[in-house]
């Protein structure tokens, strides 16, 4: 069974930095795609960015530049590194499997807070 547990939520000021984990289980984080998502109170849900097979990244344009997706495959974890934080950034973030198959998101970690605030 697959299973994506985040971690590395927190509080942080504008400007500040935080690393968000997706440690995966049930599958291999190098042989599909894993995507980050937010939600922000009163907000849909919105694609931030994503990292395939070939470690090509994508990332919604309110965050390029400052966003960063890599993967570790030894630990078989994804992280989002978040520089330059905005008070706009606070959500819950979520990690997501997207099936290579399906091109579906079909497995959601359980999300974790990011609060920008000063």
């Known amino acids: 069974q697959v299973q994506l547990v985040e971690s590395g939520g927190g509080l942080v000021q504008p400007g500040g930095s935080l690393r968000l984990s997706c440690a995966a289980s049930?599958?291999?984080?190098?042989?599909?795609?894993t995507g980050w998502f937010r939600q922000a109170p009163g907000k849909e849900r919105e694609f931030v960015g994503s990292i395939n097979w070939l470690r090509v990244t994508l990332y919604v344009d309110s965050v390029k530049g400052r966003f960063t997706i890599s993967r570790d495959d030894t630990k078989n974890t994804v992280y989002l590194q978040m520089n330059s934080l905005k008070l706009e950034d606070t959500a819950v973030y979520y990690c997501?499997?997207?099936?290579?198959?399906?091109?579906?998101?079909?497995?959601w970690g359980q999300g974790t807070q990011v609060t920008v605030s000063s």
């Open positions: 997501v499997r997207r099936n290579r198959a399906s091109q579906k998101w079909d497995y």
């Open positions: 049930g599958r291999t984080v190098s042989t599909d795609t």
